[in-house]
């Protein structure tokens, strides 16, 4: 006989693991324990050599469908037999890395059992079992037991008890695991006599009405109302002073997807699996959702139900027949974090709703729906949280110590960092708004408390007045400033764990210099040691301050002026573009001639929007990123009705030459969807031709793209197309987004370097 210890890392809590080594215990003839231990799964066995053997490598080859195994170590002991039998043990605390599981959507089984009149949890909101169910959002420390969750304030029922005892249950140590008896409940907020059926019932009447319905989910709040309803989606829009942004949208069923969107290959798994984001699918135009869901946008951002209640929404013994697709947008007014509480969801949305559903099961922590768009055949991540966070990132270095990257000002999400294991937390939001910044402060708490890691050093970006560097130094630990394009290109980098030099193409909207200018569109040589810029757009005039970055009429009309040097024909030339009236025009003469409120600035983001403007696609945007979004519609859509490619003219991407082209076209008369291709090709032509530069100095052939700019579906493939038929290998992010609300990972990362080669 032969006796070994075993120990599991990775998402191993919160899955059902511990029952499943117990199952494959008996099928192989094991006798030994398997305790939770925070860090790891810990399993004694012991039997034949043979049988052991195949006993482990089942645990590694045939884990629960929502565990993910990172690594699992084997090693023989001495000591004489002594079991008896197999135990599961109760969990204890060890040291060590972390694994946090994510929420995870509610399965098949489950939802059987929800629908089903003989079942003792029918249409009970918040069925779950050992496979599904609330993880992040409910916990309160580690290990993932119920005393340590937001459930253990409802005791268990003798039967759930007695269902969570049992490993031939489904539900053996499900941590949420309730019924109608034992459970939160749902009621309407103001009116707390009407809970339960009545609460739904209620609920759903209201949408069907028109109504807006503010509901409480896992990780906050939703604003929901019917999407083929167009008088109830434009409400919402001027409730929300939204005027033009997508709303997210949630189906009944695959059925409803289909009807409404074009699915991939791959897209129907991501949509129908354990963590149901929203995905961007191309629309049909032979929908039945209202077009102001997103105006103009050849996309929609859908999902499907993932929690009991979302399902119970949609489908209720009351006799109402609800519409098949709801708008279901996160709950916060622009700018502030998703609401969690009653208390948020009063002071926040009581004007932008007719109706509040809630429950009284706390959340921990927040978590908005991950966005996640397609490409190249598989996920491009938007909005990286419900789901995914805080799945972490391997890194193959050898590195030891605890970081925080603090993440950047827009977008924010955070990176805790423990050795090689890097944590990226749900996202919080924009740092511009107080609600915001308490949340980012609550959460890094939270979080490195449930991860049982201290941070010893900070990083965080450079800029002196972003606010998430006033909360790193709140911290009172040592900081680490990692430059805004470098953090980009580091995230890229660390997320394909590459760690050998790159040249580095970060383009983007905004970010601090090390020169105290404004960069957006840089070329870098980089590896985790630091970063060299080599190249960039050609520097720019802007003027107009941060107005500048909403309108980007003022970024055309500063590039115009510079252009022609002559106000009479800068003015004749707004005038035949509707640009702007005389007097917004004068004002920018003033600020360009005196220098006042203008910088230099190399930022791409602001030439796509300096371009929307030229083109006469968007003049401002009422959202981050709206005008080079609509570029990008206006550019794909020439593309796809004009194949083949346009011939790219013999020019280095001085932003002079090429606004300077383009203008002379448009004022020609010649397609703004042409010119909009144009503009993308003559950008990946440079980045191709920057790299190719950068080569024959340095000899690097590998490049990482990262930056909000690579959001662009267009600019993207053109640029890997260029760039792979010249023999580069590229680098692109998947699962962590190129805009900001991925360099958390790079600065952590940077941060981590620091800390094992100071």
Not at 39 to 59: C, H, M, N, R, W
Not at 88 to 116: H, M, N, Q, W, Y
Not at 638 to 662: C, M, Y
Request: charge should be negative; glycine fraction near 8%.
């Amino acid at each position: 006989m032969a006796l070994y210890q075993s120990k599991i890392f990775g998402i191993v809590q919160g899955v059902g693991f511990r029952p499943f080594v117990a199952r494959l215990a008996t099928r192989f003839n094991i006798l030994g324990s398997v305790c939770n231990k925070g860090p790891y799964v810990e399993v004694y066995a012991q039997g034949s050599e043979d049988a052991v053997d195949k006993f482990l490598t089942a645990i590694e080859q045939e884990p629960p469908e929502r565990a993910s195994i990172l690594k699992l170590t084997r090693q023989r002991l001495d000591e004489d037999e002594y079991y008896q039998d197999f135990q599961i043990i109760e969990s204890a605390k060890e040291k060590g890395s972390i694994f946090v599981s994510p929420d995870i959507a509610t399965c098949d089984k489950c939802r059987a059992e929800l629908f089903d009149p003989q079942d003792k949890r029918y249409l009970h909101p918040f069925i779950n079992c050992t496979a599904c169910g609330p993880r992040l959002t409910i916990l309160d420390s580690m290990p993932y037991d119920r005393e340590r969750t937001s459930m253990g304030e409802f005791p268990m029922c003798p039967s759930c008890q007695a269902e969570y005892d049992s490993p031939s249950t489904r539900r053996y140590d499900a941590q949420p695991v309730c019924c109608n008896d034992c459970g939160p409940e749902v009621y309407i907020i103001g009116e707390e006599n009407v809970r339960g059926a009545a609460a739904i019932t209620r609920t759903r009447q209201t949408i069907i009405n028109g109504g807006i319905v503010a509901i409480k989910g896992i990780g906050g709040f939703h604003l929901c109302c019917d999407a083929t309803n167009e008088q109830a989606v434009l409400r919402l829009r001027k409730l929300k002073h939204r005027p033009v942004k997508p709303f997210a949208i949630m189906a009944h069923d695959m059925a409803a997807i289909h009807r409404e969107c074009f699915v991939e290959n791959g897209q129907e798994e991501i949509l129908t699996g354990h963590q149901k984001p929203i995905l961007l699918l191309k629309r049909k135009m032979t929908g039945q959702i209202q077009d102001v869901v997103a105006p103009g946008n050849p996309k929609i951002g859908i999902m499907l139900p993932y929690a009991p209640l979302h399902m119970l929404l949609f489908d209720y013994p009351d006799g109402l027949t609800m519409p098949d697709t709801l708008i279901m947008t996160s709950g916060n007014p622009a700018g502030a974090p998703i609401c969690r509480d009653d208390k948020d969801a009063v002071d926040a949305l009581d004007g932008f709703c007719d109706l509040m559903l809630s429950h009284n099961r706390k959340i921990r922590i927040r978590a908005d729906d991950t966005v996640m768009d397609w490409l190249d055949g598989k996920p491009y991540m938007i909005r990286r949280s419900r789901g995914y966070a805080p799945l972490p990132f391997m890194l193959k270095n050898d590195w030891h110590g605890a970081v925080l990257g603090i993440g950047g000002e827009l977008k924010n999400t955070f990176c805790v960092g423990s050795d090689n294991i890097f944590y990226p937390s749900p996202y919080v939001g924009d740092m511009s708004d107080l609600r915001t910044m308490q949340a980012l402060r609550e959460t890094i708490e939270r979080l490195t408390t449930l991860l049982e890691c201290q941070p010893q050093i900070v990083a965080c970006d450079m800029h002196p007045r972003y606010n998430t560097v006033t909360i790193a130094k709140e911290l009172g630990l040592p900081l680490f400033p990692v430059q805004h394009h470098y953090a980009h290109i580091l995230s890229c980098m660390a997320e394909n764990d590459y760690d050998e030099p790159v040249i580095g193409v970060s383009f983007d909207g905004t970010g601090y210099g090390t020169d105290g200018t404004i960069w957006g569109g840089e070329i870098l040589q980089a590896d985790y040691a630091g970063f060299k810029r080599l190249d960039s757009i050609t520097p720019f005039r802007q003027a107009g301050g941060d107005k500048a970055s909403r309108e980007g009429w003022r970024i055309a009309i500063s590039l115009l002026y510079d252009l022609t040097q002559n106000k009479e024909e800068t003015q004749k030339i707004v005038h035949q573009l509707n640009l702007c009236q005389n007097s917004d025009l004068n004002a920018m003469f003033f600020m360009l001639d005196n220098n006042i409120n203008t910088i230099q600035s190399t930022s791409a983001g602001r030439i796509f929007d300096a371009i929307s403007a030229l083109l006469g696609i968007r003049n401002h945007s009422t959202f981050e990123g709206e005008a080079s979004m609509y570029l990008e519609f206006a550019a794909q859509k020439w593309h796809d009705e004009h194949l083949g490619e346009l011939p790219v003219p013999a020019i280095s991407f001085n932003t002079d030459k090429i606004f300077a082209l383009l203008l002379q076209q448009r004022l020609a008369g010649e397609d703004c969807g042409k010119l909009a291709y144009l503009f993308h090709a003559c950008l990946a032509a440079f980045i191709g031709a920057a790299c190719l530069k950068v080569r024959v100095h340095t000899g690097l052939n590998t490049v990482a793209l990262s930056g909000g700019v690579f959001q662009n579906h267009l600019l993207t493939e053109l640029t890997t197309a260029r760039l792979q038929e010249r023999g580069f290998t590229v680098l692109r992010h998947s699962l962590l987004p190129p805009n900001d609300g991925g360099i958390c990972l790079g600065q952590a990362a940077a941060a981590m370097y620091h800390l094992n080669h100071k």
